[in-house]
C-alpha cells in the first residue's frame, strides 16, 4: 500500500513539475524570439537611416532622430540641430555607408547597435573614405526607436 501511495505520489508531482516547466520554456522561447526581431528591426532602421542620410532625407531623420540626441564625429560633438544642418547643407554628406558586420543589444529601453562600415562621404567638396566602427543608440518612445547618440570611431587600416 505505502508503495502504491509513493509511486502516485512521484507520478503526481513529475505530472505537475512538467505542466510548471513547459510555459517556462515557452514564455522563455517567445521573450528570445520577440527580443530577436526587434534586434533585426533594429538593424533594418540603422541601415535604413544610412539611405536617409545618404539622401538628406530630412523629414525621416528628423523624425528618428530624438530632440536631446547628441552626434560624435572625429572632429567634434553636436546636438541634433547641428547635425540636421550639417546634413541639410552638405557640410558632410554621407554618400554611401558600406557595412560590413552590424549588431544589436536590447536592454530594457534602451538599444546599442554597432555598425562596422566604409564611409564615403564629401567633406569641404573632397570624397573621403573611412573605415568606422559606429556606436548608435537608441530609444524607446512612444513605441518608437529614436535615435538618441551617434558616435564615429575610425578604425586604424581597412
Known amino acids: 500500500m505505502k508503495r502504491k ?3 502516485l505520489t512521484v507520478i503526481i508531482l513529475g505530472l505537475g513539475l512538467f505542466t510548471v516547466s513547459v510555459p517556462q520554456e ?3 522561447q517567445e521573450e ?3 527580443d530577436e526581431q526587434t534586434k533585426q528591426e533594429l538593424i533594418a532602421l540603422c541601415k535604413q ?3 536617409w542620410m545618404a539622401d538628406k ?3 525621416k531623420l528628423d523624425s528618428l532622430f530624438d530632440g536631446q540626441s547628441v552626434f560624435i564625429h572625429m572632429g567634434g560633438a553636436g546636438d541634433k540641430a547641428q547635425e540636421m544642418t550639417t546634413i541639410e547643407q552638405g557640410f558632410i554628406h554621407y554618400k554611401h555607408a558600406e557595412v560590413f558586420e552590424i549588431s544589436a543589444r536590447i536592454i ?3 538599444a546599442v547597435v554597432l555598425n562596422r562600415i566604409r564611409l564615403t562621404a564629401v567633406v569641404g567638396g573632397n570624397e573621403v573614405v573611412n573605415p568606422f566602427m559606429v556606436t548608435e ?6 513605441g518608437k526607436w529614436k535615435l538618441a547618440a551617434l558616435a564615429f570611431t575610425r578604425l586604424m587600416g581597412n
Open 5 to 7: 501511495i509513493l509511486k
Open 26 to 28: 515557452v514564455c522563455a
Open 32 to 34: 528570445k524570439s520577440d
Open 49 to 51: 537611416k544610412w539611405l
Open 57 to 59: 532625407d530630412m523629414a
Open 108 to 110: 530594457d529601453n534602451t
Open 137 to 142: 543608440t537608441y530609444v524607446r518612445k512612444g
